[in-house]
């Protein structure tokens, strides 16, 4: 049986600050990424989406950031290691401790925005995040940029690692992410995201910016939780998925 993982980034309301629609995402996804507090997230609304996974089946994984609220977490830092891995502990602490309150665990850690990128490619800070996750659990997954470094070196370090690729976002034709800066980075019509990700299911591949086809093996598909449609979008990518015979499933074993 053909399945894959749909997971989502949530928890990432402030206060008063309202960023996207938990509950109605964690009815599609069978993955949560959830705000640690460093980019986003504040302890009772973190809380609450925790709950709202439990109830749902969903797995959750903690969402590590920069420590940069002001910026959401999407500016480049050049943080010193010691600083890295303890800030890192300290996120995936804190989530543990709320959701062993919400009746749940964090079973997978994929890391926010600015830090995403730069481990995918920077192995200073990579081997920081992946030091940081062998320190505080050896068991956690981690999850990456489907074909960049970085897989490779935390699956030689001992961790599970979690290839994950992007519903909305176009590729190079080397399977490489374009850059938002690029005109097309972004896609937003939800047939054509919907398609793309069948057939990178079924063919572990997706038509590239420039109409070729790039190979892109992944085990998980990110459905953005703070665009613009983003719960149609989500909604849309399951359906078409589901409608062509794919399990929608955590890649921690949980079917949602």
Known sequence: MVSIDLNSDLGESLGAWSMGDDASMLALVSSANVACGFHAGDPAGILATLKGAAA?????????SY???TGFGRRNMDVASADLIADVIYQIGAL??????????????????????TIAHD?????????????IDPALALVGLAGSPLLKLARERGLRVVAEAFADRAYTPQGVLVSRREKGAVLHDLEVVAQRMLRLVQEGVV????????RVQADSICVHGDSPGAVDMAREVRRRLEQSGVTIRSFAGTAA
Do not use: C, F, W
């Not at 543990?96 to 990128?117: E, F, I, M, S, W």
């Not at 038509?207 to 790039?214: M, T, V």
């Open 123 to 135: 192995a200073r800070q990579a081997n920081d995040v992946i030091t940081a996750m062998l320190e």
């Open 96 to 117: 543990k401790g709320l959701a062993a309150a919400a009746g749940t665990q964090v079973t997978y850690v994929k890391p926010h925005g600015a830090l995403y990128n």
């Open 56 to 64: 749902n089946g969903v797995a959750v994984g903690a969402h590590v």
């Open 207 to 214: 038509e590239a910016i420039d109409g070729s086809l790039a």
């Open 67 to 69: 420590p940069d609220l």
